[in-house]
């Protein structure tokens, strides 16, 4: 099988002068067509710088990403950069944050879809795109501030898919959202993720053993472990003491 998604020797320093942080310190990672990856790790362990560079939102300052056949898309013209994002779904942590406060809802999911399903079509791919995320059509002439959490944590899944990606990339898309809500978010991506390639940063073991078939921990900015989800917790103890961790802090 190939790969979906791939990084090589990526590190990426973040700040200023005075406090740099080297927030990737040499991640090499492949994951498959169709694989299901959580990445986990403490607060601050790079887990978000990770996914953004993988989202080829931020350039590493060293390292190659690979997306599809492309084997280094920062070497692309910037045309063949922004038509290669486009075949990955980017559901960001805050989805309220990364709409533009111009639109309404339906706008916000407009505005995502390929020129050439723009104009008329258009407000009938937003209708289909809402309801295939739980949310009644109508909900496109709302401003999202209205919306609640959940709801426009299923926009950002709709905005994410209107791209039709072959990878998804979901940086805590239930955080701050309340049980009820957190479930029926996971039960739209994991049905979307089906046939695709799913990426998710959780901080919540349970999560990431519910949506994915393979764990990868990060520490400090380097990988510590790379191991089935279905790990056994004795094994994952022993394979490495932050994924123990993490595991001794999940109830
Ligand atoms: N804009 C920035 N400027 C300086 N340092 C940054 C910046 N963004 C992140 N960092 C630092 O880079 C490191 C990795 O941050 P990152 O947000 O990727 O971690 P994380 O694992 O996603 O954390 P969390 O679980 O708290 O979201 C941290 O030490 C963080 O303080």
Avoid: Y
């Amino acid at each position: 099988m190939s790969a979906a998604i791939a990084c090589t020797g990526v590190v990426r320093r973040l700040g200023g002068r005075r406090r740099r942080v080297e927030a990737l310190s040499g991640i090499d990672l492949e994951i498959a067509e169709g694989e299901s990856v959580a990445v986990v790790g403490r607060s601050g362990s790079g887990k978000s710088t990770l996914v953004g560079v993988l989202a080829l939102l931020d350039r590493p300052d060293r390292g190659r990403i690979a997306v599809g056949g492309v084997p280094d898309a920062w070497a692309l013209p910037g045309r063949g950069l922004r038509r290669l994002r486009r075949r990955v779904g980017w559901i960001p942590q805050d989805a309220l944050s990364s709409f533009d406060p111009r639109f309404t809802a339906g706008e916000v999911v407009a505005e995502a879809l390929p020129r050439e399903e723009s104009g008329r079509a258009a407000a009938g791919r937003v209708a289909e795109l809402l309801r295939r995320v739980g949310l009644d059509p109508e909900a496109a002439g709302r401003w999202p501030a209205t919306l609640s959490g959940g709801e426009r944590q299923r926009v950002a899944v709709a905005r994410a898919l209107a791209v039709r990606p072959e990878v998804l990339i979901a940086d805590e898309p239930t955080t701050g959202l309340d049980l009820l809500a957190q479930d029926r978010v996971l039960d739209v991506l994991s049905a979307e993720a089906r046939g695709r390639t799913l990426v998710l940063v959780t901080h919540d073991l349970r999560v990431a053993r519910r949506m994915a078939n393979r764990l990868v921990v990060l520490d400090r900015g380097r990988i510590a472990a790379d191991v089935p989800a279905s790990i056994a917790p004795d094994e994952a103890r022993e394979r490495s003491p932050e994924l123990a961790r993490l595991i001794e802090a999940t109830p």
